[in-house]
């Protein structure tokens, strides 16, 4: 089969294209898969489980008199029990079964990252992939045989199996990814977040709409497995292991990102890791950023469904909808980030700090600004909620690709610390927004609204006090090293230290 393909037709077309542009779409795609298989969930458990009486006596708060002083053309219907929902899992339970991914993910982070940095990161990201696809697939049959207690647990062994994705495909990056191309490139990779959520939630609407809910855990479940055997064939840990790698781009990486990485790193130094503040404001950063990118991404179908009444088609659209704009926000913020820096009008840490700051007030204003409107308003809703997850695109080339500055030959372990750290916002809030929203009220999802708001604006202001832009002395480990980087000056930009970039220092 190698032999087959080093010498056919196709070879020759793949050579003509660069790998690290192949890398960053199989990327894009890898997280694709990885965030539609965990959102469809989101958008199916509101049509499997049924409403309780009490939860019907508290939705009843809409009616068409009630909003005729909006305009609003749609006719509000007080909610029925449908006995053809299989489930009577409580919000608790609900909040539960919605944060269990992140039991899971949390805990393989950092040895993602670890292993990643000992063995490569292709085959982690694909293993990742591949096991949260059977997983997906096994999630009905989970749920009629064991109820609660078996989808909890299914969940879990995906969050276990998908931890290990973003820090190995962080460590990838570093390996391909030049520092004058990372914030356009390591964005398309990690909006597809964005993507896979738009998808995930988008489709899984209409899909459950048409063919029940089961039917969306089959298909993204069969999705992935597809993507797994393309990344098989397409992707490599190395630009000298690639067999499809010109000699060009071998020698541009190398050229770029040579001095600056390892083959194998000697050791990890976590104390010099675990004291950096750098570090400790970036992962302040991530907790913020995740906790209201969860908030509404768990969450936004059954906001859309108990308080603003959509249907679970309209649902599915309404809810995607702020996430394909915070997918294009990302990408256009990402190329301005790298003209910014390469045009040294800023410094790089000051490119992460405005477009992480960017990325914590709009969602905060957009939270704000839905907490105060009738929810009557659904339009207006929408349309805020939309703007202000919009504003979130500019977090990647802000604080996301900002491990990949700190330190390229410990990108894997870093990616796991902050995505870890980060991650436990995925577990909370489910949970706690369950125990908030227990009535189905308008009041109640303010105060949800609320706690994110606080938690992104404290958050912003730790990593703005604290982000750095340059290689840390530990990325070397080796006091040599250490002591021409501790030279350096995060203020200054990428062309006032050129000679430094080509020397290997960030």
Known sequence: MYLYMTRSPQKKVLEKIKQRYVLAVMGFFAIGNAYSMRVCLSVAIVEM??????????????????????????????????????????????????????????????????????????????????????????????????????????????????????????????????????????????????????????????????FGWESVFYLFGALGIIFYLFWLLLCYDDPSQHPFAMEEEIEYLEEHLGTKRRPKPISTPWRAILTSVPLWGLVFAQIGHDWGFYTLLNDLPKYMGDVLHFNISMNGYLSALPYLAMWAVSILSSWLADCLLTKGYLSTTNVRRIFSTTASLGPAVGLLAASYMSECQRGAIVTVLTLGVGAMGTFYPGMKVNSLDLSPNYAGTLMGITNGAGNVSGILSPYIIGLITTKHTPEEWKTVFFISIAILIVTNIIFVATVSGETQAWNENDVNSMATIKGLSSDKTPLEYGSIENSGED
């Not at 991914?101 to 292709?122: H, R």
């Not at 045989?145 to 969050?159: D, K, M, P, Q």
């Open 49 to 210: 489980v049924a409403k309780s009486e009490s939860s019907i006596n508290n939705s009843s708060f809409l009616t068409t008199s009630t909003c005729e002083e909006y305009g609003d053309e749609f006719i509000y219907e007080k909610p029925e029990h449908n006995k053809s929902r299989e489930f009577s899992w409580d919000e608790e339970t609900q909040g539960i079964i919605l944060s269990s991914f992140f039991w899971g993910y949390v805990l393989t982070q950092v040895p993602g990252g670890m292993l990643a940095e000992k063995i490569g990161g292709k085959h982690l990201v694909g293993f990742g992939i591949f096991i949260t696809s059977i997983l997906t697939l096994l999630t009905p049959a989970a749920a009629h045989l064991g109820g609660s207690t078996a989808v909890i647990a299914l969940r879990v062994l995906e969050g276990l199996g998908e931890g290990v994705t973003y820090p190995a495909m962080n460590y990838m990056l570093a390996s391909w990814v030049p520092p004058n191309e990372r914030s356009v490139l390591g964005t398309i990779v990690y909006s597809g977040s964005q993507i896979g959520t738009v998808f995930g939630m988008a489709l899984s609407g209409n899909v459950i709409e048409k």
